[in-house]
């Protein structure tokens, strides 16, 4: 899959496959396999299982300053429901959870930061 999105938005994930997720910032470029991602910029993620995630599993990229407005959650090939602990602990934060497929969540990254929004992403490879 291939998605376009207006530059100067910060990183764009520009394209997906089995392989990763390809994102680009001004003139770097990068494949991950899974990834966190922020206005700020994008990290290689090693996720646990959706089950077992919780908030030190993403990192630094919950630490944005302003605080995200929420972390979309891509999941993988499929829609998975990360555990109630772990909504309500981000929650706790101030930071909703929008879970859906890493396809879905790829795309709505970049209308969401075409929009300006303030968002964080954590993908799940597919």
Partial sequence: MRIDAERGTGPIITGLSASG????????KGVYRALTIS???STEWTPPPIEALDPAALGAVLDTD????FLLLGTGAT???PSPAFIRAL????IGVE???SRAAARAW???R?????????FYPL
């Fill in 79 to 81: 829609l998975q429901r």
């Fill in 91 to 94: 929650e706790a934060r101030g």
């Fill in 110 to 112: 970049a209308v969401l």
């Fill in 39 to 41: 206005p700020e910029g």
């Fill in 66 to 69: 302003p605080a995200p407005e």
């Fill in 21 to 28: 997720f390809k994102v680009e910032a001004g003139s770097f």
């Fill in 114 to 122: 075409g929009e300006g929004r303030w968002v964080i992403g954590a």
């Fill in 99 to 101: 879970a859906m497929d």
